[in-house]
């Protein structure tokens, strides 16, 4: 067998592997062809998932900041966050994500707001 001969071999067997790999996780779509030939393809996989687990974890983390800011009051934020800055490298990132920003006092005014028309 040649070079371009194996090359291609290669190719299609990876392909047909890969294939056979994604059916066997249980994920596929069947299908009908025009023949009446039931076809089984792998379904793909959703690569969003990782994207949404992080934006999920992202949206959670800004509403504890909030939630601890207006329970707390700004005063007392603020000296936990000098807490935090004198502490170690870690503890100082934490600090800098949880320093207080436009978006953040904006979203602890909206909090009180609700939670002061709450009967």
Excluded: N, W
Aim: hydrophobic share 50%; aromatic share 6%.
């Amino acid at each position: 067998m040649g070079h371009e001969q194996r090359l291609t071999f290669d190719r299609r067997l990876k392909r047909v592997v890969r294939r056979q790999r994604g059916i066997a996780r249980g994920a596929y779509v069947a299908s009908v062809a025009h023949d009446g030939l039931i076809i089984a393809r792998p379904r793909r996989r959703d690569r969003s998932g990782v994207l949404r687990a992080l934006l999920a974890i992202v949206l959670v983390a800004f509403a504890v900041k909030v939630l601890f800011l207006a329970t707390l009051g700004e005063a007392a934020y603020l000296e936990r966050l000098a807490v935090l800055e004198t502490g170690t490298g870690y503890e100082r990132i934490a600090a800098r994500a949880l320093a207080i920003d436009p978006v953040t006092a904006r979203a602890v005014d909206l909090a009180r707001s609700f939670a002061a028309a709450a009967p």
